[in-house]
């Protein structure tokens, strides 16, 4: 938790569920909610959808704009942004120092400790080596023109807050103006209404600012039910208690594979 100046949980008051969890991560590393130092963010809830796909797509983007507006205007260092879903690894302890020390000696703007390889892409693919990740002792910090998915675990240094903001800021007015803003700008798939998209389109708009990827992955998203796209499974009201169980099960399952056997997540 002393890498970062300050982080910010994103949680809707409402999912009582999710702040347990995120509870339950962070005391896995024997952190904690801290006020001043690591905090629950109350999601945005739009009245409309302004031309984003839905209500939820959009309080996730503003919700992460906020926070950087709030960064910015604490003339924070930098600032660490968590979704509340979120399952850190447990190598995450093991790396930390080495992590510290690695972004202490580099010009970064934004970190993704923990992401997604975007659609048909592998792990492989961005750490541009044979074998995937990095061991799981050590730790790199990877530059890679790949688009990525997720911003369930990021960092953002001072020196990018302006830039970052003014460009989500002018997207989100683009969007909300033209939902076809994607065809109009020949973005191809990639639609600027969902974060992690913007920050690629952000990336690609700016290739002077310095954006990594953390070698080992150091985190992902726990199954639970999502605010932003309801899956069929969550229709099933009945049997919540069941879904819930099963997805806590299977998160806990992963994270143990992640740890004994970290060649099946290099891939």
Do not use: M
Not at 5 to 12: D, E, F, S
Not at 17 to 37: A, F, H, M, Y
């Amino acid at each position: 938790e002393d890498i970062f100046a300050k982080t910010y949980i994103i949680n809707l008051p409402e999912r009582l569920d999710r702040k347990r969890g995120i509870e339950r991560e962070l005391k896995g590393i024997g952190s904690g909610l801290t006020p001043g130092k690591i905090e629950l963010f109350p999601g945005v809830k739009p009245e409309d959808t302004k031309g984003f796909p839905t209500k939820g797509v959009l309080g996730c983007y503003l919700s992460h704009l906020e926070i950087l507006k709030e960064a910015r205007d604490q003339n924070l260092e930098n600032v660490l942004v968590i979704e509340d879903d979120l399952a850190i690894s447990k190598r995450f302890n093991r790396i930390a120092k080495q992590l510290s020390s690695r972004l202490e000696s580099l010009e970064w703007g934004i970190v993704f400790l923990g992401f997604f390889p975007y659609k048909g892409l592998k792990l492989v693919d961005y750490y541009q080596s044979s074998s995937g990740q990095a061991e799981s002792s050590k730790i790199s910090l990877i530059s890679s023109n790949y688009p990525t998915q997720g911003t369930h675990f990021y960092a953002v240094n001072h020196k990018a807050y302006d830039r970052v903001i003014e460009f989500l800021e002018d997207l989100l007015e683009q969007r909300s103006n033209n939902p076809d803003l994607r065809e109009k700008l020949d973005l191809g798939e990639f639609d600027p209404a969902y974060i992690d998209t913007a920050y690629f389109l952000f990336k690609v708009k700016n290739p002077d600012i310095n954006i990594f990827n953390v070698s080992p992955n150091l985190g992902w998203q726990r199954d639970t039910r999502s605010d932003v796209t309801l899956s069929k499974v969550d229709n099933l009201s009945r049997f919540s208690c069941v879904i819930a169980a099963y997805r806590a099960a299977k998160s806990e399952a992963k994270k143990y594979l992640e740890f004994v056997s970290p060649s099946l997540f290099s891939r």
